[in-house]
């Protein structure tokens, strides 16, 4: 069936980096935007920005630019967030998200990772 | 950026009862309109994309209408599953936007 399996859990330090992964299956990885989504402990859904599997092009929340990468590995459908210089506001779960239309940057959310935690604290 | 308003914040609600939540777009964003159901713990589910195209699997008794930048989710017989907070969203341009989300509880 078409998933995405997200990285575990993660605890860091402030000012380091943390890098999650989100593997899809079931589908072609190269023809569906991935999208990232965080949330804070008890706050709504922030989105982080996306990928192009396909071409390897991104978006970023202006409140990242310059601290997210998101790269991709088509060999084994593997999305990847990098956030460097982490504070404890970044502390959220972290979604990677597939848009519901092939070829498309903007769309609904339609199949979602389970989430992944990452915690910054000293 | 396009701002995303959902009203109300909270909403308490009966099993059986109909239910609306709103949500307004700062400006207008055609029918790019979807909604999310989250409950605790758990994943956001697509309900609604388009405005009003009911997403596989969803059960009829959901149902979203608007254009523009006025938007409404409809549940129109609340079942106990159903409990939960309720996000929109717009994909009409990036970046994508939520609403602030809607929680509906058991009056």
């Known amino acids: 069936q078409i998933q995405l399996v997200q990285s575990g859990a993660e605890v860091k330090r402030p000012g380091a980096s943390v890098k999650v992964s989100c593997r899809a299956s079931g589908y072609s990885f190269t023809f569906y935007y991935i999208h990232w989504v965080r949330q804070a402990p008890g706050q709504g859904l922030e989105w982080v920005g996306f990928i192009d599997p396909s071409g390897a092009s991104t978006s970023y929340a202006q409140m990242f630019q310059g601290r997210l990468t998101l790269t991709r590995d088509t060999s084994t459908s593997t999305v990847y967030m990098e956030l460097t210089s982490l504070t404890s506001d970044d502390t959220a779960t972290y979604y990677c998200?597939?848009?519901?239309?092939?070829?498309?940057?903007?769309?609904?959310?339609?199949?979602w990772g389970q989430g992944t935690m990452v915690t910054v604290s000293s | 950026d396009i701002q995303m308003t959902q009203s109300p914040s909270s909403l308490s609600a009966s099993v059986g009862d109909r239910v609306t939540v709103s949500c307004r777009a700062s400006q207008s964003i055609s029918n790019y309109l979807n909604w999310y159901q989250q409950k605790p713990g758990k994943v956001p589910k697509l309900l609604i994309y388009a405005a009003s195209s009911l997403q596989s699997g969803v059960p009829s008794r959901f149902s979203g209408s608007g254009s523009g930048t006025d938007f409404t989710l409809t549940i129109s017989s609340l079942q106990l599953e159903d409990f939960a907070t309720y996000y929109c969203?717009?994909?009409?341009?990036?970046?994508?936007?939520f609403g602030q989300g809607t929680k509906l509880d058991i009056k």
């Open positions: 998200a597939r848009v519901r239309g092939p070829l498309l940057a903007d769309d609904a959310f339609d199949i």
């Open positions: 969203q717009q994909s009409y341009t990036t970046p994508p936007t």
